[in-house]
């Protein structure tokens, strides 16, 4: 009994010593990605506004504020299209069809995108979850995760689209031209996502403010990038999908090809995200000056 004791232990101890001392040195070799992102096809930019029953409120208020913030300047030559994504079904919801007439009477819209878009989602209400679990501390969203993944394997986004852009209802502007931001930040090289880091805490205290919240912009149609996606989907399953993406990437399993695709996430300032922390319209404008939309409904000072 004692040597089959004895044995395990040498095998522990010899398995933390090649682990730490010796991989580095004996095994060193360099990998190659076994798959390459694929260049850009010059296709238009898709902004999809993911929203709820509940949710309406915002979206009216925004199309308001588009009044004083307008997405675009009368000569922007880029194309963008508008998907309004209803978690239910839509025809049903919207029965009179008040909601259709405000999406598509909006002038702002009118004037700023090629086609203004409404699809339904049809989540059965076991799909359309959204609760903090107390017994895992943690966040869980199906609701949100099923209404994202699933936009990456639709053919007529797949075909049509080199960027989305997921531009949740409580995504207010606070400077005008805010779509003319959006596009630019599409212009030169490629990547898969681009996007806010938590600005809500005073510092950052775990892993997960770092990562890259999920109203950001998205790469489109790439096999690659799909099968992040996929592979962030299966290990963080009803997790929201932008701490799974960021744990993926930071998870040790992956890292071997994560490393290859590490330059192709990217943190910017075109928008911040502020959570369910308030923020100071001002500040913002005086301290960010290439901030265009913030993430948050604690927003201050809102001027209409
Ligand atoms: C959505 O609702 C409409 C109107 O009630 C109905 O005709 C349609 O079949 C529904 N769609 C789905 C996918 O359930
Ligand atoms: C349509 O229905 C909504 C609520 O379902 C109601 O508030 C609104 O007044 C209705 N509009 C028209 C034009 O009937
Ligand atoms: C977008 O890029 C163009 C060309 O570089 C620039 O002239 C314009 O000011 C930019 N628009 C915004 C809103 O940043």
Redesign the pocket.
């Known amino acids: 009994m004692k040597t089959v004791l004895y044995s395990v232990i040498l095998v522990i101890l010899l398995s933390l010593l090649h682990e730490h001392y010796f991989l580095n040195s004996w095994k060193v070799h360099v990998t190659y990605p076994e798959c390459i992102p694929l260049r850009k096809r010059n296709l238009p930019l898709l902004v999809v506004v993911p929203f709820t029953k509940k949710d309406w409120y915002y979206i009216e208020k925004n199309l308001r504020l588009y009044s004083s913030y307008s997405p675009c ?1 009368t000569n922007f030559d880029g194309t963008v299209d508008i998907l309004f994504w209803f978690h239910r079904n839509w025809t049903e919801w919207d029965r009179n069809r008040t909601a259709l007439k405000v999406l598509f009477e909006s002038e702002q819209l009118k004037s700023c995108f090629r086609s203004v878009l409404v699809g339904s989602a049809n989540l059965k209400p076991n799909e359309d979850l959204y609760y903090y679990s107390f017994l895992k501390l943690s966040h869980y969203s199906p609701g949100t995760c099923n209404m994202f993944y699933p936009l990456f394997k639709k053919n007529f986004i797949r075909n049509g689209y080199d960027y989305l852009f997921i531009m949740e209802p409580d995504v207010s502007p606070i ?4 779509l ?2 959006v ?2 930040e599409t ?1 030169g090289k490629v990547f898969y996502q681009k996007g806010s880091i938590a600005q809500y805490a005073k510092r950052i205290t775990t892993q997960h403010d770092y990562h890259i919240n999920g109203n950001a912009l998205y790469r489109i149609g790439d096999p690659c990038f799909d099968r992040i996606l996929e592979t962030a989907q299966k290990t963080y399953k009803d997790a929201p999908f932008d701490g799974a993406l960021h744990a993926l990437r930071m998870n040790k399993r992956y890292h071997a090809w994560m490393r290859y695709y590490s330059h192709l996430f990217i943190y910017s300032d075109f928008i911040l995200n502020f959570g369910d922390n308030t923020f100071s319209e001002q500040h913002i404008l005086d301290k960010w000056p ?1 901030t ?1 939309l913030v993430h948050g409904k604690g927003r201050l000072n809102t001027s209409s």
């Open positions: 300047s400077r005008s031209l805010w003319e931001a596009h630019n212009k290439n265009f």
